[in-house]
C-alpha cells in the first residue's frame, strides 16, 4: 500500500504547478484522498480533501479558488492543480488519505481510529522569485 507524489518544484510568485500522485496497492475510488503541505518550522495542515463516492472536494481556507482537487479513478491518481501561487504556498506537500470535519477542513486520519492510513513521501514546492 502505497502513495507516490511528484510536481513539485520552483516557481515564480503567480506561477502554477500541478501535483500528482499515484496509488498502488490499494484503490482511491473506495477512500477519500487528499493532500497536506508543511512549511518550514510550522505545523502540517490539511490542504485539500476529495471524497470517495461522491468525489466532493474541500478546501482550507487560503486556497480557495487557487487550489483545484481532482481525482482519476481510472489511473488511481489524486492531482491538485494550483494557480496563482503565493510564497505562503512554499512547502513539503504530502498526499495521503483524509477525512474532513464538519466545518470541511481537511483532516488527516489515524490508523488508530480504523482508518486506512497511508501517506506519500512529499514532493517540495518553492514559490519564490
Known amino acids: 500500500v502505497q502513495l507516490q507524489a511528484s510536481g513539485g518544484g520552483l516557481v515564480q510568485p503567480g506561477g502554477s504547478l500541478r501535483l500528482s500522485c499515484l496509488a498502488s496497492?490499494?484503490?482511491?475510488?473506495?477512500?477519500?484522498i487528499g493532500w497536506f503541505r508543511q512549511a518550514p518550522g510550522k505545523e502540517r495542515e490539511g490542504v485539500s480533501c476529495?471524497?470517495?463516492?461522491?468525489?466532493?472536494?474541500y478546501y482550507r481556507d487560503s486556497v480557495k479558488g487557487r487550489f483545484t482537487i481532482s481525482k482519476d479513478n481510472a489511473a488511481n491518481s489524486v492531482y491538485l492543480q494550483m494557480n496563482n501561487l503565493k510564497p505562503e504556498d512554499t512547502a513539503v506537500y504530502y498526499c495521503?488519505?483524509?477525512?474532513?470535519?464538519?466545518?470541511?477542513?481537511?483532516?488527516?486520519?489515524?490508523?488508530?481510529?480504523?482508518?486506512?492510513?497511508?501517506w506519500g513521501q512529499g514532493t517540495l514546492v518553492t514559490v519564490s522569485s
Open positions: 495521503a488519505t483524509c477525512t474532513y470535519s464538519n466545518e470541511g477542513v481537511p483532516t488527516a486520519v489515524s490508523a488508530d481510529e480504523g482508518y486506512l492510513e497511508v
Open positions: 496497492g490499494f484503490r482511491l475510488e473506495n477512500f477519500a
Open positions: 476529495i471524497s470517495a463516492s461522491l468525489g466532493t472536494a
